[in-house]
């Protein structure tokens, strides 16, 4: 049971195209203050699962970096 | 549970997310839990933090809102910490080695062991076959024990600690241009700088809170700009306004061009540098410290300006392009943020500029920058050399745990060996006048055979020392003993005789001293694990074993009080005062100089520090009150890329992980965020080897060679030709292959340039 942090920096002035991008996908999704990160937190049920999603989130054209902060698994 | 730590271990990289109410959310409640006062165990910013007690254990920790560092902010190490003390395997009982075998022991027949191997050594090799090698991680009291038993009481200067390898630029940065340590700043500087210029420090990984406030003062005020100047972009890069990259070691001549657009476009401050500055030059051509008992010593000599601005002439920005690969338009552009007269710039770098065989030198450059415009001592204008270590200022340069420093001053002067041997009660004649061996030389001198006796306190050197092999091979020799004390295995125990369980953090009494010259106290929170105790008391057990009782005559219980009582009489006065026992326990810190009731914030400038005469400036570090301008030029690095190893390699941390990892590696949480090391490659030169995330890499050194999973457009992006890794693991040794060239000055290596070839494994 997968559960990840990541920053998403957005590409210019598609912030909220990205939120759109990244709930479409099934994560949760806390805007920054500073308008231009998301934090996106994944929940998947799988190592293989997180992968896909992963290839999904990293595909997003909305998307200009996206980093991982933390990782837990049981 | 792990979704709320997900959220918030990424909310901590930002501002505006995680504050004190929020961090309340979710932690254990009831009336018997109790809030203490801490600073936080793992880095150099030195966050407060209140740590809840219940029932013998922490069980949670919230940023301290009454802390001036952090506000109530924590980073996801912070806010984790305690768990780093519940780890399965905490070492809580001695060990002796016996026929190969590392095997439980008494506490007390591994200290009587651990005496009469010192004593021994001293009889028949001399008192410098010994040494204590130990750690900006000490508490003050430790080292405060290590200093007055090695040089005061055995009477050797074998006496170092880690901080060599991440700060000593720093020091001697400090004491060639201002002739005392230390920032003159405070943090309190973010609040009011406009301009941020980070020279080679990734901060949003390893200073995440203060990089948090100075994003917060980009998010109130309008016209805040962030500069990340640096050799990889990073997410310090992401969230600033400008990236500007350079290649390896020519942050010199970048630093140099800045001088040279300062003074050319009459952006200087005149009426200060007439009254305040003296220009110098030293000695060039100065070597890299490769060969054993190197031995360097500058000759300052006396400049004008006009001479400066002579030798600045090889620094136009166009032909400085052509070097650093960072374009005459950047440079310029650098230059007039500094040269802005209505802009307070502060300046901050940590290993970037410290860990360069020229760390001195680019330590001068900056603060040359900050001299020529005038920018420096009053709020908002602040060159500002972070510290890794919670402790590695309070510590190891104040208490002066490195070969050539005493509490107060160094050991070649006689008035500050007068000024210990009264304090200790000693015959000033125990204290040589003569330093013996700074890090690298000392586990030298261990493989040499130089030294046959050490004890290595809170650190893990055998991951961390540059070119590991020969140092952990020396280790092993035959007639080396080893003494270790930790909290946990590490692969430096693995080679010790003898490991001595050590209390960790809240679990015995101390004070840490941070980066902006703030000393903490914490008190004993927790019973330490089975046998384990402190550090200091540990080698005041061995000190007694050996004789010395008289000078420690101290209970367990009182100790702390004690020491702090006799440290303090060595700053006395107005230019390092510190803070009396009481109102450390009472504060959540106390910013040094502490003179009449008040901590002084900004150094030699009078209207804020009460030592400065005049109304203006005064750097009475040096005798004439004045700074020194230093001309310092380029010089290539020990080691460069060639056609055999092709690739720059590039070493340091990562967020999630402390140092070598012993401690942040046994919290699950940061573990699995971070679970092993990695080689991180421009996507173009994991194109041309046809490697991509995941697959395994090969790395070759000179020195040896390391086979670990590459990392592309993942957290970090290295220039082209530049391969980085992290060296927190320890099933991973990046220093198998870094080089042990070091800055003849500071003694301190450079982790951040060797050359390497990279393959697909």
């Given at each position: ?58 595909s ?6 996206l ?8 | 549970?792990?979704i ?34 801490s ?16 029932k ?36 809580t ?99 009011h ?9 990734n ?48 942050d ?49 000599k006396?400049m ?13 920005p ?51 920058i900050?001299l ?18 919670p ?9 002066g745990?490195?070969t ?81 004390s ?96 009481e ?89 699995q965020a ?49 391969v ?38």
């Amino acid at each position: 049971m997968p559960i990840k942090s990541y920053l998403a920096l957005a590409c210019e002035n598609q912030l909220e195209a990205l939120r759109t991008e990244v709930l479409a996908l099934g994560c949760e999704v806390i805007p920054a203050e500073n308008k231009d990160v998301l934090i996106v937190i994944s929940e998947t049920k799988n190592e293989e699962e997180d992968k896909a999603l992963l290839e999904k989130l990293n595909s997003m054209k909305n998307l200009r970096h996206l980093t991982l902060v933390s990782a837990f698994a049981e | 549970m792990a979704i709320a730590s997900a959220a918030m271990a990424a909310a901590t990289l930002f501002p505006g997310i995680i504050f004190p109410n929020e961090q309340l959310k979710g932690l254990p409640d009831g009336d018997d839990i109790k809030w203490k006062k801490s600073p936080c165990r793992f880095c150099g910013v030195g966050c407060g933090l209140l740590i809840g007690v219940q029932k013998g254990k922490a069980v949670a920790v919230k940023g301290d809102p009454a802390s001036e560092v952090n506000k109530g902010l924590c980073c996801v190490k912070g806010y984790h910490s305690v768990l780093a003390i519940y780890g399965k395997d905490r070492l809580t009982k001695p060990l002796i080695r016996r026929n190969g075998k590392l095997e439980p022991a008494t506490m007390k027949e591994a200290l009587d062991l651990v005496a009469s191997k010192m004593k021994e050594n001293i009889a028949k090799h001399g008192k410098d076959s010994v040494a204590i090698y130990g750690s900006g991680q000490w508490t003050i009291p430790d080292g405060y024990v290590a200093s007055k038993f090695m040089k005061g009481v055995i009477g050797t200067n074998n006496l170092e600690a880690n901080a060599r390898l991440c700060m000593a630029s720093a020091v001697t940065g400090f004491m060639t241009s201002f002739g005392m340590d230390e920032p003159m700043g405070c943090y309190e500087d973010i609040d009011h700088a406009d301009v941020f210029v980070m020279w080679g420090n990734n901060m949003a990984e390893m200073h995440p809170v203060l990089f948090s406030r100075m994003l917060d003062q980009r998010l109130r005020r309008n016209g805040v700009k962030i500069i990340d100047f640096a050799t990889r972009t990073t997410r310090t890069s992401m969230a600033s306004d400008r990236s500007i990259l350079f290649k390896p070691q020519t942050d010199l001549a970048v630093a140099n061009a800045i001088c040279y657009e300062i003074l050319k476009n009459n952006w200087h401050n005149r009426g200060f540098l007439q009254k305040h500055c003296v220009f110098k030059s030293g000695k060039t051509n100065i070597g890299y410290g490769l060969e054993d008992k190197f031995q360097f010593k500058d000759e300052p000599k006396d400049m004008t300006l006009e001479q400066f601005k002579a030798f600045l002439e090889d620094y136009r920005p166009e032909k400085v392009e052509k070097l650093s690969g960072v374009s005459a338009k950047d440079i310029k552009y650098m230059a007039s943020l500094y040269g802005d007269p209505n802009k307070k710039v502060m300046s901050l770098w940590c290993m970037g500029p410290n860990q360069h065989t020229r760390g001195t030198w680019m330590n001068n450059l900056i603060y040359n920058i900050h001299l020529l415009t005038g920018k420096i001592s009053t709020p908002g204008n602040s060159p500002f050399s972070l510290t890794g270590q919670p402790s590695a200022c309070g510590t190891v340069r104040e208490v002066g745990t490195l070969t050539h420093a005493l509490p107060y001053g160094t050991v070649d002067n006689e008035k500050a060996r007068e000024k210990a041997a009264k304090i200790w009660g000693v015959p000033v004649t125990n204290i040589s006048p003569k330093p013996t061996y700074h890090t690298v030389e000392m586990f030298r001198a261990l493989d040499r055979g130089d030294i046959k006796f050490i004890w290595i306190q809170t650190t893990n050197p055998f991951v961390s020392m540059p070119k590991l092999k020969r140092y952990r091979e020396g280790a092993k020799k035959d007639d080396r003993f080893v003494v270790v004390s930790d909290v946990y295995p590490t692969p430096t125990t693995d080679v010790a005789d003898v490991v001595l369980p050590a209390a960790m953090w809240i679990e015995r009494e101390g004070m840490f001293g941070n980066s902006e010259r703030r000393t903490q106290h914490f008190e004993k929170m927790l019973e330490p694990q089975g046998e384990a105790f402190s550090d200091a008391w540990q080698m005041i057990e061995v000190a007694r074993r050996m004789g010395y009782e008289k000078y420690f005559p101290w209970t367990k219980e009182n100790h702390v009080e004690k020491i702090w009582e006799e440290y303090y009489k060595f700053h006395e006065g107005d230019k390092h005062g510190i803070a009396p026992y009481e109102v450390l326990k009472k504060e959540s810190g106390v910013v040094w100089p502490y003179v009449n009731g008040k901590s002084t914030k900004w150094r030699y400038h009078a209207k804020y520090d009460p030592a400065a005469k005049g109304d203006s400036f005064d750097f009475y570090g040096k005798p004439d009150g004045k700074a020194w301008i230093w001309v310092r030029p380029y010089e290539p690095p020990a080691e460069s890329p060639d056609n055999d190893y092709p690739f720059w390699l590039n070493t340091g941390r990562v967020l999630e992980h402390w140092h070598t990892g012993s401690m942040t590696r046994r919290v699950a949480v940061l573990h699995q965020a971070m679970p092993h090391s990695y080689a991180e490659l421009h996507p173009n030169d994991a194109s041309r080897l046809g490697v991509k995330t995941g697959d395994k890499v090969k790395l070759t050194s000179r020195r040896g060679s390391l086979v670990l999973p590459a990392s592309v457009n993942e957290r970090g992006l290295p220039t082209e030709g530049q391969v980085f890794v992290p060296f927190f693991d320890e099933s991973l040794l990046i220093n198998e292959l870094t080089l042990d060239s070091f800055c003849p000055i500071s003694r301190e290596p450079d982790y951040k340039k060797c050359a390497v070839k990279v393959e697909k494994a």
